[in-house]
């Protein structure tokens, strides 16, 4: 089983980036699938980009954010450029999904969680 823990969230101004980091357990890893979530306070957990042997992401964060892996670090990145206010949430990263990688609902494993706040 894999355990993930997140880092690199923070307070940023809008149109800044910032580099968010998942290391995760595990000896599967390289063949894992991953992905980002997020969830805003009252809101539904939200898809925002999975990474395979491809990668997909939400229509919301597309040009703007991208999703990449060090299989010899056994880390999953999400680069944020160009944020918005709207990004404001906590980002989790999740693991080996069942089924699609869209839903939250599929992944087992799950992260703690880290804050990112973009300020207008």
């Known amino acids: 089983q894999v355990h993930l823990v997140e880092s690199g969230g923070g307070l940023v101004q809008a149109g800044g980036s910032l580099r968010l980091s998942c290391a995760a357990s595990g000896r599967t890893f390289s063949t894992t699938t991953m992905g980002w979530f997020r969830q805003a306070p009252g809101k539904e957990r939200q898809f925002v980009a999975a990474i395979w042997r491809s990668t997909t992401y939400a229509d919301s964060v597309k040009g703007r954010f991208t999703i990449s892996r060090d299989n010899a670090k056994n880390t999953v990145y999400l680069q944020m450029n160009s944020l918005k206010p709207e990004d404001t949430a906590v980002y989790y990263c999740?693991?080996?999904?069942?089924?699609?990688?869209?839903?939250?609902?599929?992944?087992?494993?799950w992260g703690q969680g880290t804050q990112v706040t973009v300020s207008s």
């Open positions: 999740a693991a080996d999904p069942r089924g699609g990688v869209v839903a939250p609902t599929g992944y087992s494993t």
